[in-house]
């Protein structure tokens, strides 16, 4: 029930099985790797005489590219309202730091 089940090896994807075999009189073995065969890709197929594109009216392309400035100008104010908040954040957090330390400081 605990032991993993793997699926059986597909033989076109699998690696090289090594052959080993010794070569000369050493005795350290010298290992030699069956190569795979040579796995030829398919031709290219021919593209299609027409193809249908996207035409652009430059109405389309001021409007994009006033939409794509608002965007930028959205995410901007976003990120320095942000920055902003974090800002007064920490000085506030600052500012009460200082006046409890001054109350404990004169007792």
Do not use: E, N
């Not at 080993?20 to 050493?26: A, E």
């Not at 593209?47 to 109405?59: L, T, Y």
């Amino acid at each position: 029930m605990f032991t993993p089940k793997y699926p059986a090896p597909d033989q076109a994807s699998t690696a090289p099985v090594p052959i080993v075999t010794t070569l000369g009189t050493t005795d350290t073995p010298t290992y030699a790797v069956a190569q795979a065969p040579a796995v030829h890709a398919p031709a290219p197929t021919p593209a299609p005489a027409s193809r249908p594109s996207v035409h652009i009216s430059p109405a389309g392309a001021g409007l994009a590219v006033a939409g794509g400035a608002a965007a930028v100008l959205i995410v901007g104010t976003v990120l320095v309202s942000m920055l902003l908040a974090v800002a007064i954040t920490a000085a506030s957090v600052a500012v009460c730091a200082v006046v409890i330390r001054s109350l404990l400081h004169h007792r």
